[in-house]
């Protein structure tokens, strides 16, 4: 597992693999399972650690005061998150939620800023965490184009389309199920399906379940 953790998952990349196994027990990385449905922090939390997905799905999100759901982050296999929050002096103002069982490495914080800073380990770690963030911005700003849109129907074509420059196919396949969009989206899930039923009868689309074909852009 370490192996293809060192190889797979982005803050590790670079690291050399006599010293992975030695580097994870310097940070005192530990493992810890979680079933679907169960949250692995709730708001008001302090997050001290960094998350890694070894298997399953986690979801981060945000309940507004009616107890609608927002997704704001969809991680999967090798995938980081709580970089941001576990950084921060803040409390947790969202949720971070197993959407499936799922099997998670945490780093703590306080103990991988505490190695040798001229490492380098330390340099290349410190390289792919900014890089990271960077990329993740960068999603933000994605996210925030998306639901700036003032209808469902564009909201629905700027996230497909921003999946088909990401995937570079005609044909994509998005990580959400019809509830799990409709989250993303900021959009109520009847409204949804209405308006995919509808941009499929007039040839703009075609969909399979969680495949999407885009016809006319």
Known sequence: MNDQLRKSCRLFQGI?????????????AFEKTYKEGSYLYTYGDELNHIGIVLDGVVQIIKHDYLGNITILGHFSTY???????????????????AEQDCH???????QLLALP??????????????????????????RIDVISQRSTKEKLLTYLYQQKQLQ???IIT???????????????????????????????LDYQKNQFHLLQY
């Open 16 to 28: 050399d693999t006599s010293i992975f196994t030695q580097l994870l027990n310097d940070a005192q």
């Open 79 to 97: 995938d980081l998150f709580g970089e941001s929050f576990a950084f921060s002096s803040q409390k947790l103002q969202v949720d971070i939620y």
């Open 104 to 110: 998670i490495l945490w780093l703590p914080i306080k």
């Open 117 to 142: 800073q001229k490492s380098d380990e330390y340099q290349i770690i410190l390289k792919n965490l900014m890089m990271i963030l960077s990329n993740k911005n960068l999603y933000l700003t994605r």
């Open 168 to 170: 570079q196919q005609n």
């Open 174 to 204: 998005i990580p959400l199920n019809r509830q799990q969009l409709a989250d993303y989206l900021c959009v109520d899930r009847s409204a949804l399906s209405y308006v995919l039923s509808q941009m499929k009868k007039e040839g703009i």
